[in-house]
């Protein structure tokens, strides 16, 4: 350096006594060294650099599902950048309750990923995949895995989190409760404004399987959430966790029904009515899912219920409901058509049997048959190590379930029966992507309704059956989407509220 500034400034070096023009003859070639191995150095870093670029096509977190043999699991993937700028990545899978699996020997190109999963030396799931639009919102990756000889597909969409609207805090008085309800003691949660005034109350009635009182489906609390801004709105909730669940007890060995859940509910009806904080005259029932048809049971034969809200409640008859429910599933894993066809056939047949107790050993028929189907898809590695006592078990807990006293209530019970018995207001809330309680079949069954007076009929634009904004609506998405209602669901609710309840 000091000998290039020399020169710049037309010196020579004290030290060489060397004109300029001199020491560069004599070092013409350690100059050129120089000068190459600055080159190089260049390129290097130009190729570093290029290559971190590719990396930052897929830093971040994304979301999306794997698809094989038909089944179909959510994914939530996010990739890092460590010291030394190589990639490292995570993978959940939350219906197999997995998170935070490490992924190995992740690599990039400016368009392209690929990555394992490896369960141990024999089970390695290799994926490969494209990616489109990089770096913007509408970036998609798309692609192919293996494993153990099962060859399925994979897609990808960046994870953008969506935090939940953040209300102005007041005080408000939250209390433990226990209703007693024969044999049953039931836990809940009672929760109103601190000030000290009648409020008139919701009753919160959840779906199918045993949920607590917050309906905790994959992390979203769904009816928590909603207490909350109910509260905040002038109205008092009462949210219990369903028998055997949670503080709530259970009578053993037994099935309960819709009409046992009903009863659970008429106690708490009961229970508020001794309280000094409740306006007994508006005392309104919310239920989801199946929760909606207990909600109907009740105020088809109470008079002192003040309004109903049915948040995705299923208004046709429950084996009618299943089969949809089956059919779609089936189109969303492009089965043929004659297949689809005769399963619903078969599951027909299986209903009327278990609903006229007929023949079971005909319905273990069709279910092996059905098994033995499935059984084609799958890849002989897969294949062969599922075994024929495996089978017969699966059948004979398939039956068992038939033949419990809920399943036999659920296919027989036609919502429609209790609905047009309600003397109350009713909102009926669908949702537009819903597979569970699709939104077309059950709204256009209680289409006559909206005449009468204080009946509300509202599908909410790309909801879920959990009424989250979903892409799909199908049940894979519940645990990779945001933690977050569909817009105008609690719009829906509260203007509904706002014009059949009176405040105080």
Known sequence: MQLLLAYQRGKTNPKTSLNPKKFIMKNGNKIKRERMKTKIFIILMLISANLFASEKNFVGCWIGKIDILRQVLAIKICFDVDSSKKLTGKIDIPQQNAYGLKLSNISCSKDSIWFDLIANVMNVAKFSGRISNPGTEKAFISGSFRQMGMVGTFELEPFIEEKEDTLQSIPIHEEEVAIRNGEVQLAGTFTRLSEQKKYPVVIFISGSGKQDRDENIFGFKIFKMISDRLVRNGYATLRMDDRGTGGSTEIPGTSETIFDFASDIEAAIEFL???DDVDTTAIGLLGHSEGAIVAFVVASKRKDIGFVISMAGPTVRGDSLIVEQIRIQMLGQNAPDSLIQETLNQQREIYNIVRNNGDFERARQILLQQAKKQLEFYPEEISSQISKTMIERNIQLQLESMRSDWFRTFIDTD????????????????????????AKLNAERINHLRKKPGIKIKIVPKANHLFQKARTGYTYEYPILPKKFAQGFFESIEMWMKSITKQK
């Open 273 to 275: 009515k001794t309280r």
């Open 415 to 438: 919502p429609l029966i209790y609905i047009e018995k309600v003397q109350c207001p009713i909102l009926f809330l669908f949702g537009e992507l819903d597979t569970q309680v699709p």
